[in-house]
């Protein structure tokens, strides 16, 4: 986490323009997970009032508010996603702009020393990737934060001893989300170097088409590819196994939450000290807990996989332009006449 930490310091400042704007986006997340726990609420009150007394007179009290309450839902939803996502391209517009910038600067022995390729592919693919950690990455994790918090305190307002009981398995999900988190890292960063890799074959190819086709090689400019593809190939295999090994430890968690839900509450309702209501909330309420708690150690391992373009756009961040400004530049003065340049030498570094 040192590294996410310190990520998220060097690339938070870019920020600044839109943190009104993501306190916009949170306040919609806040306002959207109440109208979907008034929801729940409305629709327990609903199955024991209506559906079990069979009264269409009792539908219409839950009923009436229940529209209301979900055409809210909807609209702060669309307002907030789209208030989200302007707001990440906005970031990644400054943080691209800001490594360009810092490209122009640089010396030519930099350019010597990496591929064009990479470092488009760092300009792309690895300045998203650090969108992902700050900016959705926030975002995520306070949705998931809130949504987690109404939803337990809904399951312990209904029943306190039963939302307790089923709480238990809630820490494996970020158990698993550790322990999957440094694979997932190592394979990203293999990955997103393969991609500038496979990016420099490809722009070097075809920007020397002409050369490739006048000497023949065009066999040998299809295995570099090959090779290249293949070594992206197994990154990206080996990414997406670690992550299915993730979803589907997660989802035997589930099962087992459900279980435990379904059990207990069939136990309560033959001792007469549940209604079917209550038990279709309480159920619900755990249903929605567990997704977020879930994303909260998805989220873990979408941060740690960004560190790794983290670390990428630092190594470009960090490069010092071999000419800068002086601290006290001389003032300027008007010059006439003509200039001589007598034993000048000059040469590249190395």
Same mark, same amino acid.
């Given at each position: ?73 909807? $609209? ?36 010597? /020393? ?17 969108? /992902? ?38 820490? $494996? ?39 490739? /086709? ?63 209501? /209550? ?72």
């Amino acid at each position: 986490m040192r590294e996410v930490r310190e990520a998220f310091r060097r690339f938070w400042p870019l920020t600044r323009g839109d943190r009104r704007w993501l306190a916009a986006i949170v306040a919609c997340v806040v306002v959207s997970a109440l109208a979907e726990t008034a929801a729940i609420l409305l629709f327990a009150e609903l199955t024991d009032t209506a559906l079990k007394a069979g009264s269409l007179s009792a539908f219409w009290g839950p009923a009436g508010p229940w529209p209301a309450v979900a055409a809210l839902g909807a $609209l702060v939803g669309y307002f907030g996603n789209s208030l989200a996502t302007w707001t990440a391209e906005r970031f990644v517009l400054r943080l691209r702009a800001k490594v360009f910038r810092h490209i122009q600067d640089l010396p030519p022995h930099f350019f010597q /020393q990496h591929r064009q390729g990479d470092l488009v592919e760092r300009l792309t693919g690895d300045v998203e990737a650090i969108e /992902q950690m700050v900016v959705s990455g926030v975002v995520g994790t306070v949705a998931a934060a809130f949504s987690a918090v109404f939803y337990s305190a809904a399951a312990l307002y209904l029943r306190w001893d039963l939302a307790l009981a089923t709480f238990v398995l809630a820490p $494996l999900f970020l158990f698993a989300a550790r322990r999957f988190s440094g694979r997932i890292k190592e394979a990203s960063r293999d990955e997103r170097v393969a991609d500038g890799a496979i990016t420099s074959v490809v722009e070097e190819s075809l920007g020397n088409v002409v050369l490739t /086709q006048a000497y023949n090689r065009r066999r040998d400019e299809e295995r570099r590819l090959d090779r290249e593809a293949r070594a992206w190939m197994r990154a990206s295999v080996r990414g997406a196994r670690l992550s299915e090994m993730y979803e589907q430890f997660v989802e035997v968690v589930e099962t087992l939450c459900v279980l435990a839900v379904i059990g207990l509450g069939v136990w309560e309702i033959s001792a007469d000290r549940m209604t079917l209501g /209550q038990l279709l909330a309480f159920a619900a309420f755990i249903g929605y807990l567990y997704p977020p708690v879930r994303n909260l150690g998805r989220l873990g391992l979408t941060l740690t996989a960004a560190t790794a373009g983290a670390q990428r756009l630092n190594e470009i961040l960090d490069a010092k332009p071999s000419v800068g400004d002086p601290a006290e530049p001389v003032p300027v003065w008007p010059v006439r006449g003509w200039v001589g340049f007598h034993g000048v030498h000059f040469r590249y570094p190395n």
